[in-house]
């Protein structure tokens, strides 16, 4: 018996050295492939960082910040693909979506490149692994037989789990995501993206359009003299492309100084979408911009910040530009979700809470400002009496009050409400842009506004208003 008892207790520590070996193994190889197991690979248009993490339920997650992720039960685990778009390559889209159909193009270029990609971060993740688990082990037990056997245990499990996800793949997953976050709105999206190829095919239309403007420019009245400044003023551009091109061409022809734009550039205000707004900086001339309602400031304007001549105006920034005094202020909200319920009145609060900082440091500055731009209308009402002029937009449609010596003008979609109207039965809108001429004294002298037509619209139109034009407008309700 007592053989038997001394045979007992070293079978437990040969089990237990065992045990210790697989873990640590298993925990170092781990850790290894969470920390360097990722690797930059492009997916159909897509740039990822795609990496191997272990799970109890298996499949593929796509990360999309920060509009949340998607994900597909491909395969059961202990194995997830997990995958972050970091960003969209315009070349390549627009080869893929350039294709006789796109539609097949795209899914056989994504299905070849995730194969190609899960290969390769496999193949990382089993070196990485192995020399972790190699490493750990030969510097915890310091004997060959526990580098061997750690690095085994985790071949195996890797072999396992590899065995696992191919007994239970499921390839019709690929076409049954479950979304998450702000991407729950993707299948409406699609069929947007699906009617763009319609909208590119007008372009060329829309660009010799614009040009027809300079033309009806003769019919109008006699224009502010060579000594006036003229500022193109956009807004709510919502990523439409065009609204560039057509800025590029106004810029040149009325010998544009600035530039400003009262928001909302994006539709959700997203890390992707930043480089379909990236023309901001292209311009050659200052670019004022403040934040809308559609714009993050964590990500859209600090992006926009970055840009080449721009200049953000937030919490009641002051800057002159071509002889203008500009002040302006940011949207309190962030709403670009419209399917997500906000309390109306408390937004309401902060919008006139907004204005009236802004109003705030107008009245202590020294100087005079000649112009305010804010995003949403609530938010201009504190600034009447304050400032001669104020700009803002939000509403996709052209308007103007005056009050107490204040005009406010109204943009509409400078971007023709952008390509979520692909997807509308309605009339689409024109891209409505304006031309501001001012004095030496910052003092407006006349707007032209340029309307150019939207999807499927040849019209042109330029109409030229004096200030005084306006002075007939509604003033702001005084409960608003």
Not at 17 to 37: C, D, F, I, N, Q
Not at 64 to 91: F, K, S
Not at 287 to 300: C, I, K, M, Q
Request: with cysteine.
């Amino acid at each position: 018996m007592e053989g038997a008892s001394e045979v007992l207790p070293s079978r437990v520590r040969r089990l237990g050295y065992g045990v210790a070996v697989v873990l640590v193994a298993l925990v170092s190889a781990g850790t290894a492939v969470a920390a360097w197991g990722g690797s930059s690979r492009d997916i159909g248009p897509l740039e990822t960082q795609l990496s191997l993490a272990p799970s109890l339920t298996g499949g593929i997650t796509v990360g999309v910040p920060p509009l949340g992720r998607l994900g597909l039960d491909t395969h059961a685990g202990p194995l997830q693909v997990r995958a972050t778009v970091t960003g969209i390559d315009p070349a390549r889209a627009r080869t893929l979506l350039g294709a006789r159909n796109p539609g097949r193009v795209v899914t056989a270029q994504v299905t070849a490149d995730s194969q190609d990609a899960v290969a390769a971060a496999a193949t990382r993740a089993l070196l990485l692994g192995l020399a972790a688990s190699g490493v750990a082990c030969a510097l915890v037990f310091r004997r060959r037989r526990a580098v061997l056997g750690g690095t085994a245990a985790f071949t195996a499990v890797l072999a396992a789990s590899a065995v696992v996800a191919g007994a239970t793949l499921r390839t019709e997953a690929l076409v049954e995501p479950r979304f998450d976050g702000l991407l729950v709105q993707a299948p409406a999206l699609i069929g947007r993206v699906e009617s763009f190829e319609a909208y590119s095919e007008r372009v060329a239309q829309l660009t010799s359009n614009v040009a027809r403007v300079y033309g009806s420019l003769a019919t109008l009245p006699a224009a502010p003299g060579p000594e006036s400044t003229r500022v193109l003023w956009v807004s709510d551009v919502h990523l439409n492309p065009q609204a560039f091109a057509v800025m590029a061409q106004l810029i040149e022809q009325f010998d544009v100084a600035a530039i400003v734009d009262t928001g909302d550039l994006t539709d959700l205000g997203s890390v992707p979408e930043n480089r379909l707004i990236s023309a901001v900086g292209t311009f050659g001339v200052p670019y004022l911009y403040v934040r809308g309602n559609h714009d993050s400031r964590a990500v859209t304007q600090s992006y926009v910040a970055r840009q080449k001549g721009v200049r953000v105006l937030d919490d009641g920034d002051i800057v002159e530009v071509a002889g203008i005094r500009f002040a302006g202020t940011g949207d309190p909200t962030f709403t670009p979700n419209k399917q997500v319920k906000t309390e109306r009145e408390a937004d309401d609060e902060r919008l006139r809470a907004a204005g009236e900082a802004l109003r705030d440091t107008i009245d202590v500055d020294p100087a005079p400002v000649d112009v305010a731009l804010v995003h949403q209308p609530k938010m201009a009402v504190p600034l009447f009496g304050k400032v001669p002029l104020v700009l803002d937009g939000h509403v996709h449609e052209r308007g103007s009050r005056f009050g107490d010596g204040t005009l406010e003008l109204t943009q509409g979609s400078s971007g023709g409400a952008g390509l979520r109207t692909l997807d509308r039965t309605e009339e689409a809108l024109p891209l409505q842009m304006s031309i501001l001429h001012f004095d030496a004294d910052g003092e407006l002298l006349a707007v032209d506004d340029v309307s150019v037509g939207g999807l499927g619209q040849s019209s042109v139109t330029v109409d030229r208003k004096s200030p005084a034009s306006y002075e007939g407008s509604d003033p702001p309700p005084e409960d608003e």
